[in-house]
């Protein structure tokens, strides 16, 4: 079994403090992660947030979708309450936001949530921000969107990619990632199995499967083989020998 997996903080620890906000980037980082997993969109004027939903509703006391929405009004909007009254006044983070405060320090794993349309827009903005920022040998990029993907290959040969696996596009993820020169692949933790793992290393990428909160899972993961684990708890997947006291 490995006790070498990659340990990814899913939207940061999602499952102890507000999702992809700046607080759950730094708590996956203390509790031991090695990487962190966030989701980035577009604002109606074209800010880049780290944000997963399309709709502010369930994580924000705003009301509406993100594509709809102004970063004028975002930036005010609480990100932290809806979680515990203890996380009052937590903010909405933008892209450079995050690339300051973490670049270089970890592995960043940004996923593209485009909405319909703003595709290219959200491609060519977060390359501007990791180019700003000389995060290329940090940052990994994935997206459930395909087009995204094969775009951002055309316009940055060097960028590392992990193409995201659900069961009924598995044939379709496996060309892209041949296609691009995938560096990882992300499967649901649901189609995880031996021969995933081994033909997923045959053909060169490494497995990070998403996303393992539970104890029995995380170990399952480990003695099949993958190579990273995202979780909403990162502390369940380091190595207990690992841990920061
Ligand atoms: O990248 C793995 C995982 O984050 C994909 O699903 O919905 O949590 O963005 P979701
Ligand atoms: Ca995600």
């Not at 759950?24 to 990487?35: E, H, I, M, V």
């Not at 000389?134 to 193409?163: H, N, T, Y």
Request: charged share 30%; proline share 4%; hydrophobic share 40%.
């Amino acid at each position: 079994m490995s006790d070498s997996v990659l340990v990814i903080g899913h939207r940061g620890a999602a499952g102890l403090t507000p999702e992809n906000t700046k607080l759950a980037f730094l708590k996956a980082l203390d509790l031991g992660a090695d990487a962190i997993e966030f989701d980035v969109q577009l604002t109606k004027d074209n800010v880049c947030i780290v944000f997963h939903d399309e709709s502010l509703d369930r994580t924000t006391d705003g009301k509406g979708f993100v594509a709809d929405t102004t970063w004028e009004v975002i930036s005010r909007l609480d990100a932290g309450r809806w979680f515990a009254e203890s996380f009052r006044g937590i903010e909405v983070p933008r892209l450079e936001e995050i690339l300051k405060t973490l670049g270089g320090r970890t592995t960043l794993n940004i996923e593209f949530k485009p909405d319909k349309g703003r595709e290219e827009r959200l491609v060519r903005h977060v390359i501007t921000a990791v180019a700003r920022f000389d995060l290329w040998e940090s940052v990994l990029f994935s997206s459930f969107d395909m087009p995204s993907i094969e775009l951002l290959r055309r316009l940055v040969p060097k960028a590392r990619i992990g193409v995201l696996c659900v069961p009924h596009k598995l044939a379709d993820a496996l060309a892209l990632a041949e296609k691009v020169g995938a560096e990882t692949i992300h499967p649901h933790v649901g189609m995880v199995d031996s021969d995933f793992v081994q033909d997923a290393h045959r053909r060169g990428w490494k497995v990070w499967a998403w996303t393992a909160n539970e104890p029995g899972e995380i170990e399952l993961l480990k003695a099949l083989g993958v190579d990273g684990i995202f979780s909403d708890y990162p502390d369940r997947v380091v190595n207990p020998r690992k841990r920061r006291s």
